[in-house]
Each structure stands twice: as structure tokens, then as C-alpha cells.
């Protein structure tokens, strides 16, 4: 009982120890390519090593950390070139995972998609959406109105890598969100995809769903040229 309960504690520390990661890596406060050195962050977070190697290690396999026999465990680095590789990548996944769900698609996957899109319009970006009381939950219903759209998909592989393109993404939209151009119409976008893939038109629902990565791919190039250039600024 005790050495299962010890276990149970190690899981819990190295969850909590991985979500702050993650935030601080997504939101950029821990800096891309930067050296993630374990016992650094064990003192830091005040944990064993234990709960930072397995943190780091369910980092590495969301895209977010590399490991090398030479450099340890590091933050993945971002570019111009790597951004556009992840866009291309996310839509043709993401293309052919919601063409299979609307030709598949019952009334159970309708359903996933309208209540996830109610949520996600209903739900209030907070401005902070990493380290906001608030964030967590925005987070969560973003993130399953994309999985909603996709979940008819008949390869349950296609639909864990579209996931993790989505989490590998996240970084680059928060480098978007640096720039001063404003995207008012996002809810817009989300609801246009939504609607468009009730109503089984494949080709719109695509299109509409590419358009949507694109325009958040661009302003990420943005955040990442004012990035180099040392002209960042906060926006929403």
C-alpha cells in the first residue's frame, strides 16, 4: 500500500511539474532551444529528479523538448521554416481526418460538434490565456472543438498525431499573439468550420479549416520576424 502510494504522489508531481512546463514553454517565458537542466528544476519546483525526468520526457513526445545524448533535454527551437513544415503538415492531416469524419460522421458526431463549438463561443478568451485563473478552461474547449471535428476519423493514429500537431502549434500561436494585428473574426471562422461540417460539405468544411491555420500561421511569421528583429509587442 505505502509503495503504491508513493507512486501515485511521483505521478501527481510529475503532472503538475509537466503542466507548468508546458505553459512556460508554449507562452515562451522558458525560451526556445533553450538547455532544460533536471537539477536545476528540481530545486526550482522543489521536487525529486524522478518527477522532472518523467515531466520532461512526456514533454519530448508532445513536440515541445528534445533529448540528445550530448545537450540533455532542450526546448524545441522555433522558425520561419519550421512553422510553415507544422502548418503544412497540420493541414493535410487535418484534411484528410475531416474528410473521413463527414463521410463517417453520425448523429453522436454531430452532436460533439455542436456542443464543443456552443462551449467554445460561450467561452471567454481570458487576454492572458497561459497563466489566467481562467486559462486552463479556454484552453480545454479550444482545443476539443479541433478534436470534435476530427473525432469520426477511422484511424485513431491520424487522430492522436492532428492532436499533437495542435499541441506543437500552440507555441506559434502564442508567438502570433505578440504582434499588434488584431483577428477579430476567429469566433466567426470556428462557427463557418462548424456549420460547414454538419452540413457535410467536405470541400467547404476543408477549406474554411485551412483558411483558419493559415491566417494564424501568418501572424505567427509576423511574431517571429518582430521576434528576431527585437520589436515584439503584446496583443491580443
Request: hydrophobic share 40%.
Amino acid at each position: 500500500m505505502a509503495h503504491s502510494s508513493a507512486s501515485a504522489t511521483k505521478r501527481t508531481l510529475a503532472s503538475s511539474t509537466h503542466d507548468a512546463l508546458r505553459k512556460e514553454i508554449i507562452a515562451g517565458q522558458i525560451e526556445a532551444d533553450s538547455r532544460l537542466n533536471i537539477r536545476h528544476l528540481a530545486a526550482r519546483f522543489e521536487v525529486g529528479l524522478a518527477p522532472i525526468r518523467e515531466a520532461l520526457s512526456r514533454l519530448s513526445t508532445e513536440g515541445l523538448v528534445t533529448q540528445t545524448d550530448h545537450r540533455g533535454f532542450t526546448v524545441v527551437p522555433v522558425s520561419v521554416e519550421e512553422l510553415w513544415d507544422l502548418h503544412h503538415a497540420r493541414v493535410q492531416l487535418n484534411a484528410l481526418a475531416l474528410r473521413q469524419s463527414i463521410a463517417r460522421g453520425d448523429a453522436a458526431w454531430e452532436e460533439r460538434i455542436v456542443v464543443a463549438r456552443h462551449r467554445l463561443l460561450r467561452s471567454k478568451r481570458p487576454a492572458d490565456d497561459v497563466f489566467d485563473p481562467e486559462a486552463d478552461q479556454w484552453a480545454m474547449v479550444h482545443k476539443d472543438f479541433h478534436h470534435a471535428l476530427l473525432s469520426a476519423c477511422e484511424s485513431a493514429r491520424i487522430l492522436r498525431y492532428c492532436d499533437q500537431l495542435f499541441d506543437e502549434c500552440e507555441r506559434y500561436r502564442h508567438i502570433a499573439r505578440r504582434v499588434s494585428t488584431e483577428r477579430p473574426g476567429v469566433s466567426e471562422e470556428h462557427r463557418a468550420i462548424a456549420e460547414a461540417a454538419i452540413d457535410r460539405e467536405a470541400d467547404l468544411a476543408i477549406e474554411l479549416l485551412t483558411e483558419h491555420f493559415r491566417r494564424t500561421a501568418e501572424r505567427a511569421e509576423q511574431g517571429l520576424v518582430a521576434r528576431a528583429a527585437g520589436s515584439v509587442t503584446a496583443a491580443d
